[in-house]
T-cell receptor, first 111, second 112 residues
Framework: GESVGLHLPTLSVQEGDNSIINCAYS??????FIWYKQESGKGPQFIID?????DKRQGQRVTVLLNKTVKHLSLQIAATQPGDSAVYFC??????????FGPGTRLSVLP | DGGITQSPKYLFRKEGQNVTLSCEQN?????MYWYRQDPGQGLRLIYY???????QKGDIAEGYSVSREKKESFPLTVTSAQKNPTAFYLC???????????FGEGSWLTVV
């Protein structure tokens, strides 16, 4: 099947480096944000989430930062591995209604 | 294993034909959704259902229909009225409002 995200911005990083993927969200009232990873031809996988009463949340090798002042969300991946290559996109919602998804960024990990 | 199962993975539709995409979840989630994904675009909502026997149109409902006769099932029919149906279709579900939305593995629909 045709790969989704053919015309997405691409971030290329060396294996072992840290990656930072950014997302600008649209609704200043949104109270919950999610980052997803989508491999070619597959459904999106949940990576990490954050609520609007926080500005940082850490998971295993991933960190999400939320800047409500400028409506900006970022995903940091530490020690990027080849298996991290995928499209990453953010989602925002207000009270679990009307999820809005960004178009995504393609992460390419170079050997 | 708990999850969302979509079938078929690949489907080909002839002009003027209706096709139905299946979505089943065993997560005991109340809400279910159908999204369409096109290259370079964010997910767009087709239909959603918060409860059995009730569903609402999303942003791009024209040419699509759904049913929610059972909590675990939310099939999507792509009708002949949908003029550009070639896309990747994703089914999703949430337990309740304010919770993470989880996705199935998607179905590719191509018009031949």
């Amino acid at each position: 099947g045709e790969s989704v995200g053919l015309h997405l911005p691409t971030l290329s990083v060396q294996e072992g480096d840290n990656s930072i993927i950014n997302c600008a969200y649209s609704n200043s009232a949104s109270d919950y944000f999610i980052w997803y990873k989508q491999e070619s031809g597959k459904g999106p996988q949940f990576i990490i989430d954050i609520r609007s009463n926080m500005d940082k949340r850490q998971g295993q090798r991933v960190t999400v930062l939320l800047n409500k002042t400028v409506k900006h969300l970022s995903l940091q991946i530490a020690a990027t591995q080849p298996g991290d290559s995928a499209v990453y996109f953010c989602a925002e919602t207000l009270r679990g209604q009307n999820f809005v998804f960004g178009p995504g960024t393609r992460l390419s990990v170079l050997p | 294993d708990g999850g969302i199962t979509q079938s078929p993975k690949y489907l080909f539709r002839k002009e003027g034909q209706n096709v139905t995409l299946s979505c089943e979840q065993n997560l005991n989630h109340d809400a279910m959704y159908w999204y369409r994904q096109d290259p370079g675009q964010g997910l767009r909502l087709i239909y959603y259902s918060q409860i059995v026997n009730d569903f609402q149109k999303g942003d791009i409902a024209e040419g699509y229909s759904v049913s929610r006769e059972k909590k675990e099932s939310f099939p999507l029919t792509v009708t002949s009225a949908q003029k550009n149906p070639t896309a990747f279709y994703l089914c999703a579900s949430t337990q309740s409002r304010g919770n993470t939305i989880y996705f199935g593995e998607g179905s590719w629909l191509t018009v031949v």
